[in-house]
């Protein structure tokens, strides 16, 4: 009996020396739980950021190792990459050797033959053109002949004879626009807009010493390359064709040069009397 009621009575002692731990103790606790996690998560992140960094010096070297061309490389080391030269695209020629071409910016010429050539690094097909006016060689890319205008049929210079013909379409506007648009005629290289041109500042049996500099100018270049493809077309002596473009234009230059002659001459008599 008395052993049962010892334990009985240390039970009770028991019982009354567990108190209940304070709700600040517990709190205290998660906190502390909660900083080692993240302590624990930083270091994760530092050594995942050095693993980065490492890789990201070895790529440097790798780099370096490639750009470097005095260097050996050793048996571990990479070997520079070797560039392969890029090609021009391959497109079909339009156009053979010895055939006669427009450009619009120079005018007529013959392709004299087709060669590759290298520029930026890169092999590039092109003609080699021959501009016998401006005593120049033009090398023109293949892949951009679309550019390039094959000469006017006779039926085109017919139709062109005939624009030479009708009345010039003189706009009212300023010198200064017309000019701008009788020189974007010329340079489109269309044989139709080269004939108005010629039209438009032809001056007939006019003296062409009241044409304007710049007006004169701009006839003769379009009169120049009009006349060259006529030549070529035609197969005829340069005299020839300039005929046949006097004649639609109604321009009689020994007519011209006496007028001129006579002018000059009037001019002197003039000067010599006031001198006198």
């Known amino acids: 009996m008395k052993n049962i009621l010892k334990k009985i009575l240390n039970k009770k002692k028991i019982k009354k020396v567990t108190k209940k731990i304070p709700k600040t103790e517990k709190k205290a606790t998660k906190t502390k739980k909660i900083s080692k996690v993240v302590k624990k998560i930083k270091k994760v992140t530092k050594k995942l950021n050095k693993k980065k960094e490492i890789k990201e010096i070895k790529k440097k070297d790798k780099v370096e190792v490639k750009t470097d061309p005095l260097r050996i490389p050793k048996n571990n080391e990479q070997k520079p990459e070797i560039k392969k030269v890029r ?11 010895k055939d006669y071409v427009n450009y619009p910016k120079d005018g007529v ?19 080699v053109i021959k501009l016998e006016k401006e005593k120049a060689e ?3 890319p293949i892949n951009k002949q ?18 030479l013909k009708s ?8 010198w ?3 000019a701008q648009e009788y020189e974007a005629k010329i340079s489109s290289g269309k044989i139709y807009d080269l004939a108005e041109v010629v039209r438009d500042l032809n001056k007939g049996d006019d003296i062409m010493i009241d ?9 003769e270049k379009a009169y120049e390359r009009l006349l060259t493809e006529f030549q070529i077309v035609l197969g005829s002596s340069l005299e020839d064709a300039q005929k046949k473009l006097d004649k639609a234009l109604k321009r009689n230059l020994e007519k011209q040069a ?6 000059l001459s009037e001019d002197q008599s003039i000067n010599q009397e006031i001198t006198e």
């Open 87 to 97: 090609k021009q695209e391959t497109e079909k020629r339009l156009y053979k050797v």
């Open 176 to 178: 200064s626009r017309r």
């Open 109 to 127: 010429g013959q392709i004299i033959e087709t060669k590759k050539i290298n520029i930026g690094g890169i092999d590039v097909e092109v003609y």
């Open 146 to 163: 679309s550019l390039l205008r094959p000469l006017a049929t006779i039926n085109q210079l017919n139709k062109c004879v005939s624009i």
């Open 138 to 140: 033009l090398k023109f």
């Open 258 to 263: 006496q007028k001129i002659e006579e002018k």
């Open 211 to 219: 044409q304007s500099y710049s007006e004169r100018q701009l006839f």
């Open 167 to 174: 009345k010039p379409k003189i706009k009212r506007s300023m």
